[in-house]
């Protein structure tokens, strides 16, 4: 099992940036793809970005791609994802997700394991 802690979300200006942290507590986390989603008010949650277990692949939605960038230490059990030019659209409660099955990482099915969510917020 595994147990994921989100970290570094907060309130910025549009254009500015943050980094996310994912945190996980055991020692098979190098086993694990791990993937960030998203949820605005009102909405579903959505895919933002996904790692596979070495590293080695990425994957964006669109509409961070150029924007954002999801990287992993696995010597610190971390991933993490760096979000730059901010947007007040990218507003949301962010969530890192861990997966061991195999399956798309751009969708929620693969993943057993969920974070509790860090909130950011960009305004205009």
């Known amino acids: 099992q595994v147990q994921l802690v989100e970290s570094g979300g907060g309130l910025v200006q549009a254009g500015g940036s943050l980094r996310l942290s994912c945190a996980a507590a055991?020692?098979?986390?190098?086993?694990?793809?791990v993937g960030w989603f998203r949820q605005a008010p009102g909405k579903e949650r959505e895919f933002v970005a996904a790692?596979?277990?070495?590293?080695?692949?990425?994957y964006y939605t669109d509409s961070v791609k150029g924007r954002f960038t999801i990287s992993r230490d696995n010597d610190k059990n971390t991933v993490y994802l760096q979000m730059n030019s901010l947007k007040p659209e990218d507003t949301a409660v962010y969530y890192c997700?861990?997966?061991?099955?195999?399956?798309?990482?751009?969708?929620?099915?693969?993943?057993?394991?969920w974070g509790q969510g860090t909130q950011v917020t960009v305004s205009s």
């Open positions: 790692i596979t277990r070495s590293g080695g692949i990425t």
């Open positions: 997700a861990a997966a061991k099955r195999v399956g798309p990482l751009t969708s929620q099915r693969p993943y057993d394991y």
């Open positions: 055991g020692r098979t986390f190098r086993e694990y793809a």
